[in-house]
């Protein structure tokens, strides 16, 4: 497997690797990543589909990635995902991927079409006071010494990260500031998460800094993820054939590791530095001359469907994918009547549970218990709140300044209740959310990041609410008079809570090899794929990133012969960088800033230097010194 980048290996084909009508491959889950890999297998290894087996323990697919109508509950949103137009896997899925709406047209087809009519922006970031604009004005109210954390954060090396908490890098100078209350709850950090994570996001997202504040950003699907991804995906591959085997659990996958004389495939995972990642971009595979990887295989698979436990023998022929862990695991879902409660015990049989027998057998493996040894650090939860009538709609459209029945673009992402004791945030992304929704509701999603602490209107922690509990909260955010909520929470709305214990456990404090590479040194017949799973450069808790190590670990163990796109390289756009350093301080040139009398003579002499230059000319349009 190796990088490219540009449109000269995007916009082609691989020719089929030799052997592939003699391979079978077996999938754990049916999230995204899972169904990626399904997809490379069918695409471009060019698998036939009846020898790929997809194994869901559930009923449906989709994994994080949901939105369903639950008889007996209502509309049920999870969670949300938000995109951006450099996701460069995720539409080399969707470009061949047909519409279910049209298969005339692709996904990316569709998805290009309503982001380019509909654009996304939000006219009211956050509030407080109860309903009442709090004024952000699209500022990062930064100060120059929370720049300089910003910087130093930004600047250091991965290594240097590991283990470390963000609070290690900010404090209160950054954490007090509107950019932490647009980071935070954009993108679900909490101050005790991974300085690496964190490092990671500002260098991925630099071409966006000056794009968080309204979200322009951003683009949304035009239905829930689960109709705008999930089910176009599906259809796709059972029209190609691939087997899919719902209420089917996989027990455990089992190992041989070492012996033998068959192919070891040398690493390529995020342990490479700069020199080893320009031999992958180049197509070789980064070897260490030192050292000959153990030869790892997966030698069983073990499921339980609905006619028992199944044993399958594996050969160097049969491909395994494996989801290890999972962000919604132990998810508990309450009703409008009824709290979610919280589960945090890893019972057998879940992801965890699988990821921590398989662990156990190579260090290469990951050590899953990282990430998971306090859930009170990585839980947050949700609600779908779904209006009933016309009594909700206008305190809605007050906020947002828009007619949330328009079927375009209503809040253009999260608004922030910045004075809310459980930090809740709400989204009404285009509505109707649902294809067969009636056309008088809309659906809410609402979380709080802190679940454990007093409402202000409902002194009850988040976590021990009902759905009408949580709704009556919101309303009272939004402003509904006192004498009015209870009522308007408990007629003319439905409210589904949800807790997710787990939901940041790919946040927490980290270092190499706490995820495994999506292939392992010396793996010859499997792979990790999903938010758990390590590859280069790239940030969890996005689509793409899931899909990334689907592909990775597909072209890998199938040697595919073409590119996998890099992650979009911002981050060596000294254009970019200019515009996100100004962009961090308001607008105000860097030659304003509060400085030492060092960085004052260098700003001095940057200024010499570069007079009369192309070089001058590029810093004035980007801000960085004053324009005249």
């Known amino acids: 497997m190796y990088y490219s980048a540009g449109n000269y290996e995007a916009f082609a084909h691989p020719q089929k690797p030799e ?56 509309y049920v949103m999870r969670g949300g995902r938000e995109m951006d137009n450099h996701f460069e896997v995720m539409w080399d899925v969707f470009r061949d991927v047909p519409s279910i709406m049209d298969s005339k047209h692709s996904m990316l087809d569709e998805y290009y079409w309503l982001n380019k009519e509909d654009p996304n922006y939000s006219k009211c970031r956050a509030t407080r006071s109860r309903g009442q604009d709090a004024h952000t004005d699209n500022k990062f109210n930064l100060s120059d010494k929370a720049c300089k954390e910003i910087l130093d954060l930004y600047l250091a090396t991965e290594e240097e990260t590991y283990n470390k908490k963000i609070t290690d890098y900010f404090d209160d100078e950054v954490l007090t500031s ?37 979200f322009s950003a951003l683009r949304f699907t035009r239905y829930n993820q689960y109709e705008s991804m999930i089910l176009p995906l599906v259809k796709y591959l059972k029209h190609a054939g691939v087997q899919f085997h719902y209420n089917t659990k996989v027990d455990d996958v089992t190992f041989k590791i070492g012996g033998g004389d068959g192919p ?33 295989m997966a030698d069983t698979f073990v499921y339980t469907g609905k006619k028992g436990q199944h044993t399958v023998q594996l050969t160097e022929d049969d491909f395994v994918f494996i989801t290890n862990g999972g962000c919604v695991e132990n998810t508990t879902e309450g009703d409008q009547h009824t709290a979610a409660g919280f589960n945090d015990t890893i019972k057998p049989g879940n992801g965890w549970d699988m990821w921590r027998r398989i662990a156990k057998v190579d260090p290469s493996f990951g050590h899953p218990d990282k990430f998971i040894y306090d859930p009170q650090k990585t ?69 709080g990041l802190f679940p454990d602490k007093p409402g202000n209107y409902v002194r009850k922690p988040m976590q021990e609410c009902t759905g009408e509990e949580i709704c009556e909260e919101w309303l009272y955010h939004l402003g509904v008079p006192d004498d009015q909520i209870k009522e308007l929470a408990e007629k003319h709305a439905n409210s589904v809570p949800v807790m997710l214990p787990f939901i940041d456990a790919f946040f927490m404090p980290r270092e190499a090899g706490d995820r495994p590479d999506v292939v392992p040194d010396g793996a010859v017949n499997f792979a990790f794929i999903g938010e758990f799973a390590e590859t280069a450069r790239d940030t969890i808790f996005t689509t793409e990133y899931s899909m990334r190590t689907g592909m990775e670990a597909v072209y890998t163990l199938c040697n595919v012969d073409r590119g996998v796109p890099e992650v979009w390289n911002s981050e060596y756009d000294v254009r970019d960088m200019m515009n996100a350093a100004v962009k961090l301080r308001d607008g105000q040139p860097i030659t304003t800033m509060d400085a030492n009398l060092f960085e004052k003579a260098a700003f001095h002499a940057l200024i010499k230097e570069t007079s009369g230059t192309e070089v001058e000319q590029m810093l004035k349009v980007f801000g960085v010194l004053p324009r005249e």
């Open 19 to 74: 052997g592939m009508e003699h391979k079978q491959a077996y999938i754990v889950g049916t999230g995204l990543a899972a169904l990626t890999a399904a997809f490379y297998l069918v695409r471009d290894a060019q698998i036939p589909g009846k020898h790929v087996h997809i194994f869901e323990k559930d009923s449906l697919p989709g994994g994080a990635l949901d939105g369903a109508y639950i008889p007996g509950k209502g």
């Open 264 to 296: 070891v495939r040398p690493n390529t995972g995020t342990g490479m530095d700069e020199i080893q990642r320009a031999q992958a971009e180049n197509g070789a595979f980064p070897r260490n001359p030192l050292s000959t990887p153990v030869k790892k």
């Open 178 to 214: 509107n950019f932490w209350l647009y980071w935070r709850t954009m993108f679900a950090f909490e101050n005790w998460h991974s300085a690496t994570e964190m490092r990671r996001y500002l260098h991925r997202f630099i071409h966006h800094i000056g794009g968080l504040p309204n």
């Open 379 to 447: 839980k947050w939860m949700s609600a779908t709140v779904t209006t009933l009538d016309m009594e909700i709609p206008p305190y809605i459209e007050r906020i947002c300044q828009r007619d949330p029945f328009s079927g375009h673009t209503v809040t253009g992402g999260i608004v922030t209740v910045e004075d809310s004791n459980w930090l809740m945030s709400w989204t009404v992304n285009r509505q109707q959310q649902f294809r067969k929704q009636p056309k008088d509701q809309i659906s809410v999603w609402v979380y």
